[in-house]
Structure formats: C-alpha cells, structure tokens
C-alpha cells in the first residue's frame, strides 16, 4: 500500500470512487484536484449547497465560486454526467440524487441523506471501492452505521494523533561542562558542542548538575536571551516560557510568531503589550487585531452597527488586557479613533497589505491553514504578525487540533529563519483559572 494526497490506494491501481461532500470543498478548493488516478462523483445536492456560498466573504465565498467555475469549464470538455477526465487521470462527475435507495428512517431533506443515497447506489451498481470523503465527523459516523467507507480529508495534516505538536523549546542534560562555562563566559555556545541540532529559533534548556543554562538558537548557535520588551514596558515574565514569548515578541529579524497555550498563559497579554511597546517607539505604525467570528456555544445572531461596533464583542480579550495593563481604555480608544489600532474581521483582509504593521491573529486555531495563508501572505515590510491560539479549544465543526491552520503553520514553518514559537505551558490568570483548567 502506498499514501498519495492521504488517501489509501493499493499499488493494483484499481480506481477507487471518492463522493466528495460539500465540507471538504469549502475547506480546500484545490480538493478537488486531489484524487489522481481515480474518479471523483459530486452529488447534485453539493453542487446546490456550493451556490449557497458563492456570496460569502473570506475563504468559503472564494472556495465556492472557484469550484463553480472549474465545473463550468469542465463543460466545455466533456459532459458532467458521464465525467470529465483531468490531466491527472481523474475524473469528475456529477451524480442525480436516488432517494429509492435512503434508508426509510433519513430525512430526504437533508444533505447528507441525499449523498448517502448517492453512495448507495453506486455501492450497488459499481465493481469499484466507494468512499465518502468529509470533513463533518457526524456524517462520517453515520456513514459507518450504514456501512458506507467514509474517510476524512487529511491532505494539509501533517501531524496524527501519535505525534506531538511542536513546542518550541528543548531539554536536555548537558554531559560536557565545559560547554556550560563556554556558554557564560562568551555568551554563546556552538549547537554541534552540545551535539543537539536546533530549530531556527528554538529555546534550549540544558542542565548540568546543579547548574542550568537557558538560550534560544541564532545561525547554529545558542545564544542568551535579549529580553528587550521586559525592560522596555516594564512586563515580568512569571515562568520560563513567557520569557521565551518576549524574546521571540521583541525581535525584529522573526516577522512571524506563533503562541500557543491555555486560557490564562498570558499569550494575549504578552503579545498586546509588545505590539504596544513598539508602536511607543515608532517601530510599528499601526497595530491590526482580527479573529475569525466563530462564537462559543450559541450563536447571538446579527449585530448592529457599523463593522467596530460588530467586531467589539469578539475583542473582549483583547480589552480585558488592555485595562488590565492600563487601569482604563483612553488610550486604547483614542488610537482607534485615530485609526493606528484597527480591529477587523478576518474576512476582510483579502487584499489588503500590511506595511510597518503588528498584526495580531487571535483565536487562529479556528482558522483553517487556507485563512491564515491569505492573511500571512498580506504582510509586508517592517510588519510583524503573531498567531495566537489554543489547539484544544477548537470552536469549528470541520477542524481539530491537528487540522486547524495554526498547527499546520507552526509545523510547516519551524525550520524557517523568519519564524519562531513556543507553547505557553502554565496558567497565570488565578488559582482558580489554572485548578478549573487542570480538573474540570
């Protein structure tokens, strides 16, 4: 057996059948070049569900009409309904709903149970292997209750369960104490003399006996912190890895960082009092703050006003630490109205481009790896961008906390110069916060 795109194939090269439900289409638009070798049947239902979303803003609105056009193409080299054969050797159909063969006890209004009927039928009246391709984990459960195959769309994981997600740190015991005086009597010491191969950027803690030596990778080197934002804004690291956010928060040369960890590690503050402190130095023009607007639990429905009056009740993180930090919110509300801090949805940053800008994306684990590339690749020059989130908070039905953009970008991007994270390992919030946190 051999993986191609994350899909499955034996090496006999019998084609399989792939349904590709709505879900997987909307996450990725390049989807549905994904199935080299193999046939690919769209279900008529998802072809109705796709022009739903056609006008939507952001990535779903885009992914939509690109698949509405590519199937509009295909029209001109072939026929839907008997499939359209790609460069690849793939082929694309569209398949008329069969609601004889739903099960009696299924809605027929329903999406799912229109391809489950789809998938029925060509169970029935196909020698090839069907498969259910979805990123909705409710649909893949019922499809396994039917005993209809049904797969997730793993192209863009790159990290399974079995592993571990990149914490930017390392530690280990330092056999050779010479590399210890080395490292604090010359500031530095060389990666290969502590026979360790680092990430760019990444924090090392070694210990030695009693004695203990804390740096961050630089040009094959571990070097001593800087800690510039400590003595610039007056923040105190209250562990270790909060330290090692400043550090990473603080440097010019690392245009893009990533922090990850719980509710109350102080990643939001941290990185608000950074991008404060640089536009008081006149490093930054302008300081941009946008989530995706994915609610906990119910939804509130539409929101008056106009775009910062919508985007305030998204921003109360963001506030909370601003008064926390400076007792009230003059400040804050004076460079709003100034237009030097800007909130914005992150639906609205296609297009735009951020010069001299700190850009801070919260809540980024409920983005996909689509949304935070099209803000990455927004930034400019002078700019930096920070991607915060919480992998085991996921707020969105068709991502976990191996599919979400912001792991994707950490793993993807952590043997790159220009990049740098950590993982925030304890809460600072209260007492409380941490116990409910570790118990509940």
Not at 8 to 21: A, T
Not at 282 to 305: A, E, H, M, N, S
Not at 310 to 320: E, F, H, Q, R, S
Request: proline content about 3%; hydrophobic content about 40%.
């Amino acid at each position: 057996m051999y993986i191609n795109h994350g899909f499955v194939m034996s090496k006999s090269n019998k084609r399989k059948i792939f349904i590709v439900d709505t879900s997987v289409l909307l996450y990725d638009m390049n989807s549905i070049h994904s199935f080299p070798e193999n046939d690919v049947v769209l279900p008529l239902i998802v072809l109705d569900e796709i022009d739903r979303f056609k006008e939507k803003p952001g990535i779903l609105g885009e992914s939509a009409r690109y698949i509405n056009r590519f199937l509009d193409d295909l029209r001109g080299k072939g026929s839907l309904h008997d499939g359209v054969v790609l460069e690849n050797n793939q082929s694309i159909r569209v398949e008329t709903s069969h609601p004889e063969k739903v099960p009696n006890s299924l809605d027929l209004r329903s999406g799912d149970n229109e391809i489950v009927g789809v998938a029925m039928h060509l169970i029935a009246s196909q020698d090839s292997e069907v498969v259910v391709i979805t990123k909705d984990i409710n649909f893949r459960v019922k499809c396994d209750a039917l005993k209809i195959k049904s797969e997730d769309y793993y192209k863009d994981r790159i990290i399974t369960e079995d592993d571990s997600i990149y914490s930017g740190q390392r530690k280990i015991e330092i056999f050779s104490p010479d590399a210890v005086n080395e490292f604090y009597e010359k500031g530095s010491v060389l990666c290969k003399d502590l026979d360790i191969d680092l990430n760019p950027n990444e924090f090392f803690v070694g210990k030695h006996n009693k004695n203990s030596m804390i740096g961050v990778e630089k040009n094959g080197k571990i070097v001593h912190l800087e800690n510039r934002i400590e003595q610039m804004c007056s923040v105190n690291a209250r562990n270790k890895e909060q330290k090692f956010a400043l550090e990473l928060l603080s440097r010019s040369d690392i245009p893009l960082v990533t922090l990850t960890g719980k509710a109350g590690s102080g990643k939001t503050f941290l990185t608000l009092m950074a991008a404060l402190s640089g536009l008081q130095e006149k490093r930054y023009d302008r300081l941009v703050i946008t989530r995706t607007l994915q609610p906990v639990g119910k939804d509130i429905g539409y929101l008056p006003g106009d775009v910062n009056d919508k985007m305030d009740p998204w921003m109360g993180a963001i506030v909370d630490n601003v008064r926390h930090a400076f007792k009230d919110l003059t400040y804050f509300s004076l460079m709003r109205e100034k237009g030097i801090i800007e909130v914005t949805p992150l639906a609205f940053i296609r297009g735009r481009t951020f010069n001299n800008t700190f850009l801070i994306v919260d809540e980024a684990q409920n983005s996909t790896i689509h949304e935070l590339k099209t803000v990455i690749t927004r930034v400019g020059e002078g700019s930096k961008i920070v991607l915060l989130g919480d992998v085991e908070q996921i707020d969105t039905p068709y991502i976990d906390s191996f599919s979400n953009g912001l792991t994707i970008v950490i793993e993807k991007l952590k043997e790159e110069k220009l990049t740098g994270h950590i993982t925030l390992m304890k809460g600072e919030r209260s007492e409380l916060a941490t116990l409910a946190s570790k118990v509940i």
